[in-house]
């Protein structure tokens, strides 16, 4: 598990960075917001071990990719939280450092998964943030994605889901639920899934299959320990909006 990673080598980041990304991932999952201090501390932890690893050896790939990838996560979570400003600084940061990974390995295609999300996201806020970009971006980290789906190591399903989640945001609900089934075959508990797929029922006003997915969300929280009050309420309201469609 992570904490005997992080006792067998404590001055390595990647103990830190999956614990952190875990309970990130869970935090989506279990709407459950208790997991934001840990992960903030995991990744700042990550930050400062990459760092020193960098400054030891300012050609190490895997130095780089986790200094970019404990930016790029924090940044990922500004955006939930809604700070726009520090998630472009955060993304910026990681996006620089990823830049140098391609450099020295350029075969380490995980990186294109924090490209893709940077480039996709920055073009998206872009009247947030016009005074550092105003190019249309969006293809491009789409393409990204692309590659650390088909070809990444770490971050094929983590780019998937991203994938999912663009899609849904584009109005492009077909090739959301094609990421969507291939998602739950192979992972048919996967709570990310199952919100999303009752978001593109809901959004193609099939409530009664919306339902059926909320049904099964609300089954894995009454057994899941890690299940926010939030999770909840946001599955509650879903399905009252469903049976006030159904009439």
């Not at 992570?2 to 001055?11: L, T």
Request: some cysteine.
């Amino acid at each position: 598990n992570f904490a005997s990673v992080q006792r067998e080598a404590s001055n390595h980041p990647a103990g830190y960075f999956f614990f952190g990304a875990a309970l990130e991932w869970m935090a989506w999952d279990y709407r459950n917001l208790d997991q934001g201090p840990p992960f903030f501390k995991l990744m700042n932890r990550t930050i400062e071990l990459a760092r020193a690893m960098t400054a030891k050896n300012p050609d190490d790939p895997w130095a780089f990719f986790y200094l970019g990838a404990g930016y790029g996560f924090l940044g990922l979570a500004d955006i939930k939280y809604g700070n726009w400003l520090k998630a472009f600084y955060d993304g910026m940061t990681g996006y620089k450092h990823m830049l140098r990974v391609i450099k020295l390995r350029p075969d380490l295609y995980d990186v294109y998964f924090g490209l893709g999300q940077f480039h996709y996201w920055r073009s998206k806020k872009a009247a947030i943030v016009r005074a550092f970009t105003a190019k249309d971006e969006m293809k491009l980290g789409i393409e990204e994605l692309e590659i650390a789906r088909v070809k990444g190591y770490f971050t094929p399903w983590e780019a998937r889901n991203a994938l999912v989640n663009i899609w849904l945001i584009e109005g492009r609900m077909e090739r959301s639920e094609k990421l969507l089934r291939e998602s739950l075959a192979e992972f048919p508990d996967n709570l990310y899934s199952w919100w999303s797929l009752a978001q593109v029922h809901m959004t193609l006003k099939r409530y009664r299959e919306g339902l059926a997915a909320l049904d099964f969300l609300e089954s894995r929280f009454k057994v899941g320990k890690w299940t926010g009050d939030l999770a909840w309420v946001e599955c509650w309201v879903w399905k009252a909006d469903c049976y006030g469609h159904l009439g």
